[in-house]
């Protein structure tokens, strides 16, 4: 193993522990918890040790610098943030990445970046440190609106008492200042790459998604007196709204998952009164995705009329389909072929901060197998060795994207 691949090898290890996670069963850190805080620190401090100027903007998204004042850079980076039960290279990939190509290449102008709360787990909202910079979420919500799922206190709270800088949380926009093309090493997080036998992808287009909550309110009743035609059972709307869908993805085309269901209160001798549950429906095409989510809110609502409940949607989030740029990508197979591998070009089911980035910044993404496709898991795996040749394509692509730019 080269010493680079050993190197990032033995940091994901480091990272996928207390103290830079919150439990030590699995990768759990998010906007702002102690595991969080001092991975941001660690990681802060290795970029420092590559020669970038290191700054938290306000809102917490960590951001390492090196270049001429003014001059156009590369962006390259992903996140830090976890799933609460997640694995140790989701988003961590693509910051060594980052890391390794500040250290590959000193003399390339390179802005290294970790966005906050790329997988929502604290503040129940995907991609927020993006939609920070990019001005999709303004000081506002995240001062009243957008709250942490653990105590329900607004974000700028909880990210002053972290320590940012009081102001509105809007200076992100300065990230992008100047930045000429963003790239997001990611794992592929499911396993077309590893049964093509393929060892690097290039992401040019993201499935679009849109996540809600549904709430259900009904009636908590006796579970062994209330005879079953007088119930007003909101799990059982749950229940057939989970599987309505199913069917409705499935008809689309698109993805669906009920990740999360509460049922209130929650006793095994109690009729359920509320239910709530979380909706992330995804795919390559809009229409399709939207498409499933009125037809399942349509089903609930005739559904919730049958049964004498009452339903609530709250949507959290949504972002469109996004097509990446084709100089990015072609950057990036390029520099795959110098390595001997014809990189598949891909659609990332997956979420992420390039699909935000995307619109204001040439952007693309380069992805690397996880064994078995497994991710947002403990046993999250990569071969090294692809994690250093993602290390290699990278510095080239980005050389080539700086190239022609004077600065
Ligand atoms: O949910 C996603 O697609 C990503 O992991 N945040
Ligand atoms: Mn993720
Ligand atoms: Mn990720």
Redesign the pocket.
């Known amino acids: 193993m080269t010493a680079v691949a050993e190197r990032m090898a033995a940091t994901a290890e480091l990272l996928s522990a207390p103290p830079f996670s919150d439990r030590d069963d699995a990768v759990c850190r998010y906007a702002f918890t102690p595991g969080f805080a001092a991975t941001v620190d660690h990681v802060g401090s290795l970029l420092a040790d590559a020669g970038l100027r290191v700054r938290r903007d306000r809102a917490g998204t960590l951001w390492g610098d090196r270049g001429a004042p003014g001059a156009p850079r590369v962006g390259v980076g992903s996140h830090l943030d976890s799933?609460r039960r997640g694995g140790r290279w989701?988003g961590v990939l693509g910051m060594l990445v980052a890391l390794e190509v500040a250290r590959a290449a000193p003399d390339l102008p390179v802005r290294a970046v970790a966005w906050v709360e790329?997988?929502?787990a604290g503040f129940g909202q995907?991609?927020l440190g993006s939609r920070i910079a990019t001005g999709a979420v303004d000081a506002d919500a995240l001062a009243t609106a957008i709250r942490a799922l653990d105590d329900g206190r607004p974000f700028t709270e909880h990210a002053r008492a972290a320590g940012m800088p009081t102001a509105a949380c809007t200076e992100s926009a300065a990230i992008l200042d100047g930045m000429v093309a963003w790239i997001e090493p990611h794992i592929e997080?499911a396993r077309v790459l590893e049964d093509t036998g393929t060892r690097l992808g290039v992401v040019d287009r993201i499935a679009g998604?849109v996540q809600g909550e549904l709430v259900v309110e009904g009636r908590a009743d006796h579970a062994g007196a209330t005879p079953m035609a007088l119930r007003r059972d909101a799990g059982l709307l749950a229940a057939e709204v989970m599987l309505r869908l199913e069917e409705l993805a499935l008809t689309h085309g698109a993805v669906a998952t009920v990740g999360d269901v509460v049922l209130t209160p929650g006793a095994m001798n109690v009729v359920p009164a509320r239910a709530r549950l979380t909706l992330?429906i995804?795919g390559p095409h809009d229409a399709a995705v939207l498409g499933t989510l009125e037809e399942v809110l349509a089903f609930a609502g005739e559904r919730a009329v049958a049964r004498g409940l009452r339903t609530d949607y709250r949507e959290r989030s949504r972002q469109p389909a996004t097509v990446l740029d084709t100089g990015v990508v072609d950057a990036l197979a390029d520099a795959a072929r110098v390595e001997g591998i014809e990189p598949l070009r891909m659609v990332s089911?997956?979420?992420?901060d390039t699909m935000v980035l995307a619109p204001y910044v040439p952007s693309a993404m380069l992805f690397v197998p996880c064994v078995d496709g497994l991710?947002?898991d403990p046993g999250e795996a990569v071969d090294p060795a692809d994690a250093a040749l993602a290390v290699r394509v990278v510095t080239r692509a980005a050389h080539t994207l700086i190239g022609g730019r004077d600065g």
Not at 349 to 352: D, L, P, S, T, V
Request: proline share 0%; glycine share 12%.
């Open positions: 799933v989701d790329e997988e929502g995907l991609l997080q998604f992330d995804r089911g997956a979420a992420h991710s947002h």
